[in-house]
């Protein structure tokens, strides 16, 4: 069973920055590729970035290249996986998730290909 905790949302004002965090745990997961998503109110859920164990691959939405980065810190029962969200746009208000891909190798974009989900944190750009 994998626990998936995110953290460091909030309000910001157009320009500015916000650090997100998510702490996975479960040894059965450890390896598996972690991603962020985000949801706009009436708007489908959406691919932001995402990243391997080894934090050697990374991928991002178009939308976010060059202002977001995402990382991660692996220990022995699971990982913390930050992202850095900087130069920040009314259009990046949503609600963010972190989420567990079920593999390992292959970076997804599509939801459907993750398995544990986080509750999500509530990021507010104001302009």
């Avoid at 320009?15 to 706009?40: K, T």
Wanted: proline content about 2%; hydrophobic content about 35%.
């Amino acid at each position: 069973q994998v626990q998936v905790v995110e953290s460091g949302g909030g309000l910001v004002q157009a320009g500015g920055s916000l650090r997100l965090s998510c702490v996975a745990s479960g040894r059965a997961f450890i390896r598996n590729i972690m991603g962020w998503f985000r949801q706009a109110p009436g708007k489908e859920r959406e691919f932001v970035a995402a990243i391997t164990w080894s934090g050697v691959t990374t991928k991002y939405d178009d939308s976010v290249k060059g202002r977001f980065t995402i990382s991660r810190d692996n220990t022995n029962d699971g990982s913390t996986v930050s992202l850095q969200m900087n130069d920040l746009r009314p259009e990046d208000t949503a609600v963010y998730y972190c989420a567990a891909d079920q593999g390992i190798l292959r970076i997804h974009t599509k939801s459907e290909e993750y398995a544990y989900w986080g509750q999500g944190t509530q990021v507010t750009v104001s302009s």
